[in-house]
């Protein structure tokens, strides 16, 4: 087949290539479009009363060492590891400042416990899961100092944690999605055209038969 001869069948079976053409647009939005997982970050402010009788505190009225404290607890290999035994495979705890990236203030001690899953409800219980562990690893470790009730810091809840879906921008998967549809479609549309005109033929031939036996 020329080139010639290969152009003209694929401008006959343009409605093919336009056909082949929707679907890949179709495919691409779905990858587009699908949520891969979701991502919930929770904010917790830590707080406590009578500081001066904690001995966390040392006398000092800020949390900061305290908070940075518990964000490497938190994010320690022994801990992660046994968060993940309980089905939380991707979490993150960070003190969070109220400075700029360069020059961080932790004046206020807060963190963010933020967690990826599959579902929006994996990713509420995940938070949860690691926001309580923040807590009872919190009152464990004042109550093995013998920390008074009426001192004990604690964190409390600024903002909950909302479901974002975290949706695909995967290149590689558009290329594939396009190459298949290049691929499958100009076949498609030669097959298409050389099955036509051989219907075509075949109808012709058959109409010429009918033609001469009536004469």
Known sequence: ???????????????????AGLLTLIGMWS????????????DLYVT?????????????P???????????AMMSQPMQQRIQARGVTDYAVTQTNT?????PSYTQP?????????????????VQ????????????????????ADSFITV???????????????????????LIGAIGAVPLALWSDRRLRYVHRAQFSFDFRSLIQRQ
Do not use: K
């Open 62 to 72: 800020s949390m900061a060492m305290v908070t940075g404290m518990m964000t490497q």
């Open 110 to 126: 807060t963190m963010q416990v933020c967690a990826t899953s599959a579902t929006p409800q994996g990713t509420l219980s995940a």
């Open 129 to 148: 899961l690691v926001t309580a562990d923040i807590r009872s690893t919190l009152y464990q470790m004042q109550a093995a100092q013998h920390v008074s």
């Open 99 to 103: 400075g700029e990236i360069r020059f």
């Open 31 to 42: 990858i587009h479009a699908r949520p891969i997982s979701y991502q919930g970050c929770e």
């Open 48 to 60: 406590g009363a009578n500081w001066s009788w904690n001995v966390y505190l040392n006398g000092n």
């Open 1 to 19: 087949m020329s080139v010639f001869e290969f152009v003209a069948a694929l401008r006959r079976q343009w409605y093919v290539l336009a056909l």
């Open 156 to 178: 409390i809840q600024l903002t909950p944690a909302v479901p974002v879906p975290i949706t695909g921008r995967a290149s590689l998967a558009y290329l594939g999605i396009l």
